[in-house]
């Protein structure tokens, strides 16, 4: 007995010390999340990346400057000309009140830092809370072992790094964690009962709706687990406490948000989580009464009440498919849609399909983004059937749906992401737990006895157990001291005295020869290197380039390609607070963020119609484009051009989406016009359209000058038509290396009295090239 | 409350000498001048002037001061204006300089704005005198055309007069034009007027009464870089853990002929000899010696074209906006840099800490249209006062920095139309009880500590409502 007292003594000081460790290993953990992201800010600089987050950062400083009220009702006039946008109401609002609210404590605390820094590093400080998240959840599933493993993994994966480095300043970034918490949150209730957590759980639920419209994954997922547990005989208040609060205060909270609103409620995203709330409360009906009647009783009612209920649900169930099925997309979003159905966005929304993170991933992009993990999954997954607790099953569950996303749609690697990063810590951990179980076991013999017997494995079984014995007793004693104030801890002792039962026929299995378990921990050390070199690799190399600013590295050194900012800081300095620029929209974002103009379209989409006709615009011969910006008031038009330096994502390698995007409105643009045998070029070969179209144009205006042939470094040909000039257009400003170039559009002619008949008469008979002249020659200053 | 009275006692001072000038003034007009020789160069875009007046008392009563006259174009763009004397013979010869004040007189014509110079000894009947005059003009090239092309130099008119504007009579003068090349397109003949090479010589005038005028206009080229910063932001910021922050922020133009139409990159790259000769692309910057941390930027990220060189003499950044400036064109950017400490701030006699820094915009040969500095004092100091060469507005503000609670005590200086001649040091003092140096750490440590104190009890406390057994 005083042995055992004293062994009890040694576990609570090492649990204590265990927990200190742990805190700090945590705390190792959220730094080095934090840590490998700023791999952009060390190798570029302080500044925030490429498309989406430029709007982010907008309407954070819109936020910081007007205050909150102001910023719900934002009409951006700067966008979308003339049509605007109302970004209060349209916008997640999640990230930039987050960010906005770390702005706004620093400087109370006169901290005095800019909104462009907060912004920069939001998104590593939210990676950091993801991996504490996510070690939280798998604590949840599999214990604190594989929690700590999960955090770590987390914390280097190269998907999750490739949306939120430093400078990255996008939704995405702050909703993982929002999603992972939420899922802790979800599994934190159904393993304790509590309507505390799932209070929590709800809120959880409305940041995470603030912040991503992602969101719908969790309100589908959930569930499905219900539905799951419902199904396998599962069901238990626990679960009921867990579902029934989120889905009535989640969907409540989720419509105060304006870009949600009555979606909550009308959307074929949400109509899941009430089927599954009728059934849940079915369910919970049925057990109640179960629990009252007899059961022969019970009997005779549930067949009573199922031919009642089957006839019921299914007059519901008509009206309800009828509903859905009399709206034009089945009551589902596109991006929705092109979920469900892979081929659908490249069949109807060629907006969608042009983007690329639209696009289904390759193979080799699963290696990339989640690199061993992949081959570390299907143990996770082994591992959570050993044994299967309602948590254990939601992981399953989670990392079979995301697996699917994320094979339609490359961006959604994503969510698979912290799946992979949980089921590889339980795999990773439970794999330690066993070598190194069998090692501590087998070492002490080892020592005192060199040879070993035959019976010596036998022995060593018989210590497990015993040492299973003991360690069940000391989690039963001390897990109620642990925490002495919660207030469920009825609970969490059923948890445990299941986990006591359960573990002594399983390890009793577990112990492996000595040897090959030294060898096992080796190579999953050498694996988890493996890793590590891989995701600081991507870190540093792959994920880094914030895209607005390019590097090259040469004979003579680093070469920087500012072109992008060079444009944008003439446009911001020297062309009038009102001018309208047309781009392509991939820069409208960054057009109103960083040169302070008003865009046509920008990277929001919305509007298909209006993007299509600057799609238009671009692939139309000179004059109908000149009609097209002059119609819309457009002073400047901003083209990408890469060919001078070998840029490869210029606009002319865009260019066959704004012809595929126009055409859908306007059908007089037809692709295989632009197309010489069904191939994109520009070499001779091109179609005359092509080689007539404002965007080639405007791309290769005096570009045969530089070097005498046109050579096209990006397409790697001569250009098909190399001497021509600009008749509605005048060159205003091209960057440094070309890769920039914005073009004013020429005020209309004043028309000649007496001239225009002449002029009129000779349109009939030759072609405009020949009037053109005749201008020329008539005012030479023009 | 004792600072605001002791500036009304400096105001009243003030108010009182002006009036014994005046006094002084409308007594003495009894001053020839013997021989007048200006020196303008023009070959920046700021107008220098050196005039050396030769003065004699032709009158009977002791005569301390001279006035120097300006047409009120002139006035207006007055940027600076000294006058010393020279003492000692040859080898020996020093500059002493000499007080100038704004100065009125009633028989002045059409807005003519005087000056008046202070002689260091009265000039007794008689007796003459050499004094040496320098002023800057800013903006009073005046471009023509006034829009011109990528290809185009840049031509500009220079107005002045072939004689000198003064009150008094001159017996024999001599101005010359110094252009920057020799294209020089033309010139206003008043005989005897000349040109060799970039030289333009008007005079020698003999016996030429007060306030006489003669409007010349040169037109020439030139083609040097007209930067101008139109609003410059100086921040320095003092901290006591031994560094000096600055940070410049900038809103620079060139103030030349405006570009007109097209600009071609491609002309510009491969025509350089011919193709934006009126513009500029690089800028160069005096910093002071032993500088660390440079950066340069503007409100969308880091600018990467900069080069800086560092000796023990002194550093020089040279500076590339992100695109080279054509007339009309504008450009915002923020350089900041951190200086040691010990090289700029000294304790006085009387125990105060004084800041020695030089005013004026680091940027060489360009001109500052509107200049603030800010004296950011550690948050604690008292009494700080200004000591400047020239007169500025000034007055105080509150910055809060990092952590700041009570707030740093700011002295913000401006002054417009600032020339490189400013760039001289200026002083502010200041009280300073080292303890507030602790202030900051102290705060940072108690609230760690009461951070854990708060663990501490959150883990002894239980809270919960109901006690099972």
């Known amino acids: 007995m005083a042995a055992s007292s004293e062994t009890k003594g040694e576990g609570t000081l090492r649990k204590a010390f265990g927990g200190v460790l742990g805190f700090f290993i945590l705390l190792l953990i959220g730094a080095l999340a934090f840590s490998i992201r700023l791999f952009s800010v060390i190798k570029y600089e302080s500044v925030i990346h490429e498309f989406d987050p430029y709007f982010n950062y907008r309407v954070t400083q819109f936020l910081t400057k007007n205050g909150i009220y102001d910023f719900w009702n934002w009409f951006d006039d700067r966008t979308w000309y003339p049509l605007g946008r109302v970004i209060g109401g349209t916008v997640y609002p999640g990230l930039t009140l987050t960010a906005g609210s770390i702005w706004w404590l620093l400087n109370n605390l006169n901290i005095p830092l800019s909104v462009e820094t907060v912004c920069v590093f939001t998104a590593p400080i939210f990676s950091a809370n993801a991996s504490w998240a996510t070690y939280l959840l798998t604590k949840e599933v599999k214990g604190t072992g594989a929690g700590l493993t999960a955090a770590a993994l987390l914390a280097l994966v190269p998907s999750y790094i490739s949306r939120s480095v430093a400078g990255s300043y996008d939704n995405e970034a702050v909703a993982i964690f929002a999603l992972i918490f939420?899922?802790?949150?979800?599994?934190?209730?159904?393993?304790?009962?509590?309507?505390?957590?799932?209070?929590?759980?709800?809120?959880?639920?409305?940041?995470?709706?603030?912040?991503?419209?992602g969101y719908t994954f969790i309100i589908n997922l959930i569930p499905m687990h219900v539905l799951l547990c419902i199904v396998t005989g599962r069901y238990s208040p626990r679960l009921y406490i867990a579902y029934a609060p989120l889905v009535v205060l989640g969907t409540l909270l989720a419509s105060l948000v304006p870009v949600v609103g009555f979606n909550a409620v009308m959307t074929s995203?949400?109509?899941?989580?009430?089927?599954?709330?009728?059934?849940?409360?079915?369910?919970?009906?049925?057990?109640?009464?179960?629990?009252i009647l007899s059961p022969k009783m019970f009997k005779v009612a549930v067949t009573l009440v199922v031919t009642i209920g089957i006839a019921v649900c299914c007059a519901v169930l008509a009206i309800l498919i009828a509903l859905v099925a009399s709206s034009p997309t089945k009551g589902w979003s596109g991006r929705s849609l092109s979920l469900l159905d892979p081929t659908y966005a490249s069949k109807y929304i060629p907006i969608i399909a042009s983007v690329s993170e639209h696009q289904p991933p390759t193979w080799p992009s699963y290696f990339m983004d989640i690199n061993v993990l992949a081959f570390l999954v299907p143990a996770g997954i082994v591992a959570c059937f050993l044994p299967l607790s309602d948590a254990s099953s939601f992981m399953v569950l989670y990392i079979t749906t995301s697996v699917y996303f994320s094979g339609v749609m490359v961006r959604l690697m994503l969510v698979l992401a912290p799946a992979a990063c949980i089921m590889s810590g339980i795999a990773l951990s439970e794999a330690f737990d066993v070598f190194t179980r069998s090692i501590k076991l087998q070492l002490p013999k080892l020592f005192e006895s060199p040879p070993p017997g035959s019976g010596d494995i036998d022995s060593a079984q018989d210590e497990v157990v015993k040492v299973d014995n003991k360690a069940a007793t000391d989690k039963s004693e001390t897990a109620p001291k642990e925490r002495p104030s919660k207030k469920n801890r009825k609970k969490e002792k059923e948890i445990v005295e299941t986990t006591i039962k359960r573990p002594l026929k399983a390890k009793r299995l577990l112990v492996l020869p000595l040897e090959a378990s030294a060898v096992a921990i080796l190579l999953l050390i050498i694996l988890g290197a493996f890793y590590v070199v891989h995701c600081v690799w991507a870190a540093a190399e792959a994920y880094s380039a914030p895209s607005i600013v390019l590097t090259s590295h040469s004979h003579d050194g680093l070469h920087v390609f500012d072109d992008f900012r060079e444009a944008y800081a003439w446009l911001r300095h020297n062309t009038d607070v009102d001018d309208k620029v047309a781009s392509w929209w991939d820069y409208g974002y960054q057009t109103t963020a960083m040169a302070n103009r008003t865009v046509i379209v920008d990277n929001n989409t919305w509007n298909n119609t209006h993007i299509a006709t600057v799609g238009t615009a671009m692939s139309s011969p000179e004059k109908p484009a000149w009609e097209i910006f002059n119609s819309l008031d457009v002073k400047y038009v901003l083209v990408v051009f890469g060919g001078l330096v070998g840029y490869p994502s210029d606009d002319i390698n865009k260019f066959l989406w704004m012809v595929?995007?126009?055409?859908?409105?306007?059908?007089?643009?037809?692709?295989?016009?632009?197309?010489?045998?069904?191939?994109?070029?520009?070499?001779?070969?091109?179609?005359?359209?092509?080689?007539?179209?404002?965007?080639?144009?405007?791309?290769?205006?005096?570009?045969?000058?530089?070097?005498?042939?046109?050579?096209?470094?990006?397409?790697?040909?001569?250009i098909g038509k190399k001497h021509f000039k600009l008749t509605h257009f005048e060159e205003v400003f091209t960057t440094h290396h070309w890769m920039v170039r914005i073009y004013k559009l020429k005020p209309p002619k004043n028309r000649i009295r007496g001239k225009s008949k002449k002029s009129k008469s000779n349109s009939k008979t030759s072609p405009s090239n020949s009037r053109r002249h005749g201008n020329l020659r008539k005012n030479p200053w023009q | 409350m004792g600072r605001t009275s002791a500036a009304m006692a400096v105001f009243l001072f003030l108010l009182l000498s002006l009036f014994s000038i005046l006094q002084l003034v409308s007594s003495s007009p009894e001053i020839r001048v013997l021989s007048a020789e200006r020196r303008i160069d023009v070959t920046a875009p700021i107008a220098r002037v050196f005039l050396t007046l030769k003065v004699e008392n032709a009158g009977t009563s002791e005569v301390s001061e001279v006035l120097v006259a300006f047409a009120p174009t002139e006035a207006e763009h007055l940027a600076i204006l000294k006058a010393s004397v020279a003492e000692g013979k040859r080898k020996k010869k020093t500059y002493v300089p000499l007080s100038v004040n704004p100065s009125e007189s009633p028989d002045a014509p059409n807005g003519a704005q005087l000056y008046s110079v202070s002689l260091r000894s009265p000039l007794k009947s008689g007796e003459a005198t050499t004094v040496e005059v320098l002023y800057v003009l800013t903006h009073l090239l005046e471009p023509?055309?006034?829009?011109?092309?990528?290809?185009?130099?840049?031509?500009?008119?220079?107005?002045?007069?072939?004689?000198?504007?003064?009150?008094?009579?001159?017996?024999?003068?001599?101005?010359?034009?110094k252009t920057p090349s020799n294209k020089v397109e033309s010139f206003t003949r008043v005989d005897p007027a000349s040109r060799v090479g970039s030289e333009l010589r008007y005079g020698p005038y003999h016996d030429h009464g007060p306030y006489s005028y003669s409007p010349v206009i040169v037109h020439f080229e030139n083609n040097n870089p007209f930067a101008v910063v139109e609003e410059l932001v100086r921040e320095i910021e003092i901290s006591h853990w031994g560094s000096l922050q600055i940070r410049d922020h900038y809103k620079l133009k060139h103030a030349g002929a405006r570009h007109k139409g097209v600009f071609s990159r491609l002309e510009y790259q491969f025509k350089q000899s011919v193709s934006g000769v009126a513009s500029f692309r690089h800028l160069l910057m005096k910093l002071p010696p032993r500088v660390h941390s440079v950066y340069y930027r503007d409100e969308i990220g880091n600018i990467s074209s900069s080069h800086l060189h560092i000796d023990s003499q002194k550093s020089e950044l040279e500076i590339e906006p992100r695109y080279p400036l054509f007339g009309g064109w504008k450009a915002t950017f923020t350089i900041g840099y951190g200086l040691p400490l010990q090289d700029f701030l000294f304790e006085s006699h009387d125990g105060r800490r004084y800041l020695n820094f030089s005013f004026g915009c680091p940027l060489i040969e360009t001109m500052v249209d509107d200049l603030t500095v800010k004296v950011i004092l550690p948050e604690g100091s008292r009494n700080p006062t200004a000591a400047v060469p020239f007169p500025v507005?000034?007055?105080?503000?509150?910055?809060?920095?990092?952590?700041?609670?009570?707030?740093?005590?700011?002295?913000?200086?401006?002054?417009k139309n600032v020339v490189p001649e400013h760039n001289t040091p200026f002083q502010v003092y200041y009280d300073f009880n080292p303890v507030f140096m602790f202030a900051e750490p102290l705060m940072l440590i108690s609230a760690v500590f009461l951070f854990f104190v708060a663990c501490i009890a959150y883990v002894h406390v239980d809270l919960s409502i109901g006690k099972s057994s």
Not at chain 1, 192 to 200: E, K, P, V
Not at chain 1, 665 to 692: C, K, S, W
Request: charged fraction near 20%.
């Open chain 2, 393 to 415: 507005d000034q007055h105080l503000e509150m910055t809060y920095s990092y952590l700041d609670v009570v707030g740093r005590t700011t002295v913000v200086l401006q002054k």
């Open chain 1, 660 to 718: 595929r995007i126009g055409g859908g409105v306007f059908p007089h643009i037809r692709e295989p016009d632009y197309l010489r045998d069904g191939q994109y070029r520009i070499d001779a070969q091109a179609t005359p359209t092509m080689l007539n179209c404002l965007m080639y144009k405007l791309s290769y205006y005096r570009f045969v000058e530089t070097d005498g042939k046109g050579f096209d470094r990006v397409r790697r040909t001569e």
């Open chain 2, 144 to 177: 023509f055309p006034a829009e011109i092309s990528q290809s185009e130099p840049q031509l500009v008119y220079y107005r002045d007069s072939a004689t000198l504007l003064s009150p008094y009579h001159i017996v024999e003068q001599i101005t010359s034009i």
């Open chain 1, 269 to 291: 995203e949400h109509f899941a989580s009430f089927l599954v709330f009728i059934i849940i409360h079915v369910v919970a009906l049925v057990y109640y009464i179960k629990g």
């Open chain 1, 182 to 213: 939420t899922f802790y949150l979800y599994t934190k209730t159904l393993n304790t009962g509590s309507l505390f957590y799932a209070t929590l759980n709800a809120l959880s639920y409305f940041y995470m709706v603030c912040s991503w419209g």
